[in-house]
């Protein structure tokens, strides 16, 4: 759901099946990689579970990057369509692009494609360690073996709802899509503007009983930093706290338990190229020798080398 627009599962399975048709009648096969460029929205999670009913791979590139990143990444990734929105025109010579306002219009897909677990479902690129765009590719095996580990281990259900803050360039969002969704629980979107926004935050965490919140620190710092000085209750309503992608304030557990005692307050960490986290650890209480929270234990298959 976002604003005022929602989206039952069948509704969502439609879209994407229609996007994935439109796909398949422009040459998209298996394998061939479809770059996502629009702003957050609504159409991005239809955009990406089309791609992948497609069997194609994702490759989300922000479009408010310069075009001439934007095109080095369409050609590294050899995108054979870019997905855009009808708001927000790509203009550049390279594959087809195509709104997915327009995709949703086609016919839905007729048969399903057969889609290896090995094969890549998604490509983000990163900074790497020249400055230049570096494609990291993520199998539906990995992304799946996280998405279910986090699920069962929080017991994430369709009494769910995670208010969906990061960018789909950024591997959290990965979560946020195929996790919650996968296990029946609600997405709630918000636009980019609205991504720095705590006043709002709390007004949908109040609307709509958000109980799952999956972020970097800073934005639950400024969740918690705009409650506390407006006397406001919204972070009660978060069952499920999960932090990951920078340093962890040691204050962080303490301000969020003072809202909700019985709330799970988890740290995660890894890299890209480990499918969004590899290890967690669930932070109950501060002890006064610490100097950082813990790195914590490797998720499901996976394992720590200390060398």
């Not at 692009?97 to 995709?103: H, I, N, S």
């Not at 690129?125 to 230049?132: D, H, L």
Request: glycine residues 8%.
């Amino acid at each position: 759901m976002q604003d005022r627009r929602r989206l039952s599962f069948a509704q969502l399975a439609d879209q994407a099946s229609r996007l994935a048709g439109c796909l398949q009648t422009l040459g998209v096969v298996a394998g061939d990689t479809v770059a996502v460029s629009m702003t957050k929205d609504i159409g991005q999670i239809v955009s990406v579970l089309g791609i992948l009913k497609a069997g194609a791979i994702y490759v989300p590139v922000p479009p408010d990057q310069p075009l001439a990143r934007r095109i080095g990444i369409y050609q590294g990734a050899r995108v054979k369509c870019v997905l855009t929105s009808a708001d927000e025109p790509d203009e550049h010579d390279i594959g087809t692009v195509l709104t997915w306002q327009q995709a949703i219009r086609s016919e839905p897909l007729q048969h399903q494609v057969p889609i290896s677990t090995q094969q890549p479902a998604y490509i983000i690129y990163t900074s790497g360690s020249t400055g230049e765009p570096k494609g990291v590719v993520i199998s539906h095996q990995s992304a799946l073996n996280t998405c279910v580990d986090i699920s069962q281990r929080h017991a994430v259900s369709p009494q769910d709802r995670v208010l969906a803050l990061s960018a789909l360039h950024f591997d959290l969002s990965v979560y946020d899509i195929f996790g919650v969704l996968g296990a029946g629980a609600s997405l709630v979107l918000v636009n980019d503007q609205q991504r720095r926004d705590p006043a709002l935050w709390c007004r949908l965490i109040d609307k709509h009983g958000i109980t799952l919140w999956n972020s970097v620190p800073a934005l639950l710092d400024m969740l918690l930093t705009y409650s506390e000085g407006f006397d406001l209750h919204s972070p009660a309503s978060l069952r499920l706290v999960m932090l990951s992608g920078d340093w962890i304030g040691l204050d962080l557990p303490e301000r969020y338990h003072q809202y909700r005692s019985d709330g799970r307050f988890v740290a995660m960490g890894g890299a890209t190229e480990a499918a969004i986290w590899s290890n967690t650890c669930t932070v109950s209480r501060v002890e006064p020798h610490w100097r950082s929270i813990p790195y914590g234990t490797p998720l499901a298959n996976q394992r720590y080398r200390v060398v």
